[in-house]
Nanobody, 115 residues
Framework: QVQLVESGGGLVQPGGSLTLSCAAPGLPFSEYAMSWDRQAPGKEREFIATINNVGTFTYFADTVKGRFTLSKDNAKNTVYLRMDSLKPEDTAVYYC????????WGQGIQVTVSS
């Protein structure tokens, strides 16, 4: 049973930064692209970022482009979502996903941007 474990969430002030991590022990990590979605209260889940299996290509939703970066460490089976210039509208539960022949989701982690 593959489990994705997210960490690094919490409360941050507007303009601040957070880095979310998603670890996938036991997964053949280099074979999987990784992505992040988020779901704000009362809203549908939305895609925000993806990185290819070898970590050489990233793609971001317009809502986060230029503020978020994504990196993948295949040696540590971990993907990192660096979030800068955070806004209150970035408040949401963030989910990581391993995308492959079988896809796996993390349990979600809360990010709250508030003063």
């Amino acid at each position: 049973q593959v489990q994705l474990v997210e960490s690094g969430g919490g409360l941050v002030q507007p303009g601040g930064s957070l880095t979310l991590s998603c670890a996938a022990p036991g997964l053949p990590f280099s074979e999987y692209a990784m992505s992040w979605d988020r779901q704000a209260p009362g809203k549908e889940r939305e895609f925000i970022a993806t990185i290819n299996n070898v970590g050489t290509f990233t793609y971001f939703a317009d809502t986060v482009k230029g503020r978020f970066t994504l990196s993948k460490d295949n040696a540590k089976n971990t993907v990192y979502l660096r979030m800068d210039s955070l806004k209150p509208e970035d408040t949401a539960v963030y989910y990581c996903k391993a995308v492959g022949r079988t896809s796996y989701w993390g349990q979600g982690i809360q990010v709250t941007v508030s003063s």
